[in-house]
């Protein structure tokens, strides 16, 4: 798979007014109206261009969307179960199959739209899911395709499956979109089995009797009656050969997910941390946003002329637990995504930034936010490569953050961009004054942002 298989976003988007005509249209359409086919085919197109759009698309639309998905999930799970309880001579052929792939694209589509809006996937759609491909196995038609689709049941279940077992909570959009691009590649490379070497040694398996995707089960876990082994070599190698050959030339976005999911499909278990939970909700104040919080640690007073972004009122959100590295808050959906810089605290007090890992929102409204430290005490400042050639670039807000004994002793900067490389040269503007700087070391660094060490040169006059 090359960078350029990336599905491109639509060229327009559709409208709330748009997909709720979709609603109403199949509201009035029962699973056996000849009118579904056409009208089914046409809400599908609107679900996977809101899919495709990536950020253009307001959260509300996608939520529009998602429930456009699983109305058709249910006529044409009607209709698939139908189609798989015919028998004779004549059935299993393409117009059989038509309906199954159908209602699988759609529970494909749902749980896309849930990865997208940090949601779960509706209760019962997994169980559905699981026993409609069970029926499918029994038929012999995984390998089938429908007249209309060149999708199969087995590609689309294998579609499923990869993203089912992929923890999407904790990847910004820009990693989601690729990793929609990377299950599509990689879904015909899936392998099912059920009876193998997994039920010995252990594997991924799909418990076709519960409301659950595929997880990883060790050798010492019995492993259920009702299963159904998937067997991701093939995606892995494919996964290894892609850091393999280019790793370096990879965008960030495709090399930390690729990274990423060589450790998820390939079975690792997560690190976990030692969580420790209030049995009193305290509140905790919280801005979020990278100026914003740059601005509320005094950085528009370092910079003449400076626009300072006090954005919206600052949050108020619950403790739910914490751990060494960082806490879990619990608030109302702020529109925060993966990947967004916090500033924790009252302006006037001590202020920590944090940075957003993982986000899942619930049914009523509200949303947990799995947020880690970056560093101890924050501040402000302005930072500009020096070259040696004497030209010089614009100023760029940055935040100082000091170290802490889980990242090391030294201090490091947060900034927007890529303008990390290893001993280069920058020039440091702080309350303090003004100071050259050099890069060291690369902590970590997201879709928008670089956390990295460095040294001071030397005090600038």
Known sequence: MTATSLARPPASLPSLAELERHQQALRRLAADDARLAAEGMAALAACEACVAGGRRVADAVRGQAQGLAEQLFGLWHVQALAALGRRGWLSGGRDDVEPVVLALRAADLVQRLAACRYVVVPPGLWRNVHALFAQVLERGWQGKRGRADALTPALCYARLSLLGLTACGSLEPAKLATLFAWVDAQAAAVAFATEGEYRRSGGFVANLASDAPPRFYDAAEPVPANALGLDLTGALAAVAARLNDNADALPVAELQLLLRLRSEWGGQARRRHLRYRRLQRHTLTVHPGFTVGW????????????????????????????????????????????????????????????????????????????????????????????????????????????????????????????????????????????????????????????LFDYKIVAIES
């Not at 001993?423 to 303090?432: E, G, H, I, N």
């Open 295 to 450: 601005c509320l640690l005094g950085g528009d007073e370092l910079a003449a002329g400076f626009e300072a972004d006090t954005g919206a009122d600052p949050l108020r959100w619950q403790i739910v637990d914490l751990s060494l590295s960082g806490l879990q808050l619990e608030g109302g959906d702020a529109g925060v995504e993966a990947g967004s810089v916090l500033l924790l605290g009252s302006q006037g007090g001590r202020l920590r930034c944090a940075l957003v890992r993982r986000v899942r929102r619930q049914a009523d409204g509200s949303a947990l936010y799995g947020v880690e430290y970056l560093g101890k005490r924050a501040g402000a400042g302005l930072i500009r490569v020096v070259h040696s050639l004497g030209s010089q670039e614009a100023w760029q807000p940055v935040m100082i953050l000091q170290g802490d004994g889980l990242r090391g002793s030294g201090n490091m900067l947060l900034v927007e961009g890529r303008p990390f490389q290893a001993m280069r040269t920058f020039s440091l503007t702080d309350s303090a004054g003004r100071k050259t700087i050099q890069a060291t070391r690369l902590r970590s660094q997201t879709t928008r942002y670089q």
